[in-house]
């Protein structure tokens, strides 16, 4: 029997790898009849260390990236430094019908970086993706007080009040007019608007405020008699 020796991997990264074996010794009642070195060597395999990296849900509003302020959760046992993260797929507001979101229809996938001097080799990693949230960014469209001489178009040039702030790169064209071209007091004001972000506009949800009226004015006429 063999009753004691020690095996040292001659290498730590997982693989088929050489062992060293020493301080090999040999008990039992036979002993005598076998002759047997106390070194050798031998091979076996160090197997990936295996790793589940699971994306954590978020939910927050749309800013124009992908990006997520949270970590992924690691279950198994990790032996080397390492950097994870998290990201959506998409930096757009999940929208289906009618530019309606939905709800928990984003994906957040997770990433991992392990320094073990081979690019992660020694280590078996499963990536768990997850769902989550971007929702749309708020912003409010207010008709302001406008006046004008009578000219026979709805038109106005005064520009309509807007609240609140695009994503860099986004743009956003806004007008209001009147609900007649006739002159008068207290007259309705329509609004309407174009935005562009690579969405169609579902990034965003636009409060409208129409509380604001306008008046035309009679044109002046001058009538001579020849």
Same mark, same amino acid.
Do not use: K
């Given at each position: 029997d063999v009753t004691s020796a020690i095996a040292v991997f001659a290498d730590p990264n997982a693989g088929s790898r050489q062992v060293a074996i020493t301080n090999l010794s040999l008990t039992g009642g036979d002993v005598a009849n076998y002759s047997a070195p106390t070194d050798g060597t031998t091979t076996a395999t160090i197997d990936p260390a295996p790793l589940t990296v699971t994306a954590t849900s978020e939910t927050r509003v749309y800013d124009g990236s992908t990006g997520s302020s949270l970590l992924p959760a690691i279950a198994g046992t990790l032996y080397d430094d390492y950097t994870s993260g998290?990201?959506? /797929? =998409?930096?757009? /507001?999940?929208?289906? $019908?009618?530019? %309606?979101?939905?709800?928990? +229809? =984003?994906?957040?996938?997770?990433?991992?970086?392990?320094?073990?001097?081979?690019? +992660?080799?020694?280590?078996?990693?499963? $990536?768990?993706s997850t769902a989550g949230m971007i929702e749309q960014r708020q912003l409010q469209l207010a008709t302001v007080p406008t006046t004008k001489v009578y000219d026979g178009s709805t038109g106005t040039e005064a520009a309509p009040s807007l609240t609140g702030s695009l994503v860099d790169g986004d743009s956003i064209t806004v007008a209001q007019r009147y609900t007649t071209p006739n002159a008068?007091?207290?007259? $309705? %004001? =329509? %609004?309407?608007?174009?935005?562009?972000?690579?969405?169609?506009?579902g990034n965003y949800s636009l409060i409208e405020v129409r509380t604001a009226r306008g008046a035309i004015t009679p044109r002046d006429l001058h009538v001579s008699a020849d």
């Open positions: 998290q990201a959506f /797929v =998409s930096r757009n /507001v999940p929208v289906g $019908l009618f530019g %309606l979101p939905i709800a928990g +229809g =984003s994906t957040i996938v997770p990433f991992i970086r392990i320094d073990d001097g081979r690019g +992660g080799a020694n280590y078996a990693v499963r $990536l768990e008068g007091t207290g007259i $309705l %004001l =329509s %609004l309407s608007w174009t935005i562009v972000d690579g969405n169609d506009g």
